[in-house]
């Protein structure tokens, strides 16, 4: 661990590589999916979705708005909306079992990243981090996060970043988190015990495991993977995996 100024980086080596920030969550077999919920997904469409959408242990009519194409072999079903498989509780089997471990895997990494003790930076902004650049670490608010301005994270390729967000977390109408540096959306967890919204035309960049509800508003758009524990609600969104 290497301290400078108030700021506190972990480095792990890969290879020649050091990398700054947390360990990596790991997501299992929830990372096989674009959006996995409890509670299902529902749509206006038209969206598009790039990755798989799995809804456990809710039923296929807690999908809605997809148009939803059942396979002959009763395991999947497609949509001309999705890039990638739909699948559910009611699905025949070996369906229901990978949507039950991939819940419980989902689970597992909300813990394990709620969890993480020791944070970098706590409450930063009082959760007001709009216009802010985020470098690699552990982050922790013991309350709401909102987004009101364009925010920057920024690192390499292989650092880490871990947002774990106490309330609810916000994302204004027309604004973006934007990566820098080579910081990848796959490396970057926000863990949010209250609903997460995505204002209109907003986008967001991050694996999100939330403890409720996960909303992109009209034109909304996220590089991530939406893990809920309810429900994911999208309006002409776009989602890639």
């Known amino acids: 661990m290497i301290s400078t ?28 999916y674009a959006i996995l919920t409890k509670a299902g997904v529902s749509n206006l469409p038209p969206s598009v979705i790039t990755g798989s959408i799995g809804v456990s242990p809710i039923a296929a009519t807690g999908i809605t708005g997809f148009s ?3 396979d002959s072999t009763g395991t999947f079903s497609t949509s001309t909306q999705v890039n990638g498989k739909i699948t559910a509780a009611s699905y025949a089997p070996a369906t229901p079992a990978t949507l039950t471990a991939a819940i419980s895997d989902m689970a597992t990494a909300f813990t394990d990243a709620t969890g993480r003790l020791n944070p970098n930076f706590v409450n930063l902004a009082t959760g007001a981090i709009g216009g802010l650049i985020l470098t690699p670490g552990l982050y922790k608010w013991t309350s709401a996060v ?6 920057t994270i920024t690192g390499g390729a292989t650092d880490t970043w871990i947002f774990q967000v106490g309330g609810t977390l916000t994302l204004a109408a027309g604004h973006k988190v934007v990566l820098a540096g080579g910081a990848l959306a796959s490396n970057i967890v926000w863990v949010v015990t209250g609903a997460v919204s995505a204002g209109t ?3 967001l960049e991050g694996v999100v495991l ?32």
Do not use: C, E, M
């Not at 290879?15 to 077999?29: D, E, K, Q």
């Not at 939330?210 to 002409?236: M, P």
């Open 5 to 32: 100024s108030s700021t506190l980086y972990f480095l792990t080596v890969l290879g020649s590589v050091v990398a700054l920030g947390p360990a990596a969550v790991n997501l299992r077999t929830a990372a096989n």
């Open 146 to 151: 909102s987004i009101g301005s364009d925010i």
């Open 201 to 203: 035309g907003a986008h």
């Open 210 to 241: 939330g403890k409720t509800s996960i909303t992109l508003a009209t034109g909304a758009s996220a590089n991530s993977r939406l893990l809920a524990q309810t429900s994911v609600s999208l309006s002409k969104a776009t989602v890639t995996n």
């Open 68 to 70: 939803l194409i059942l």
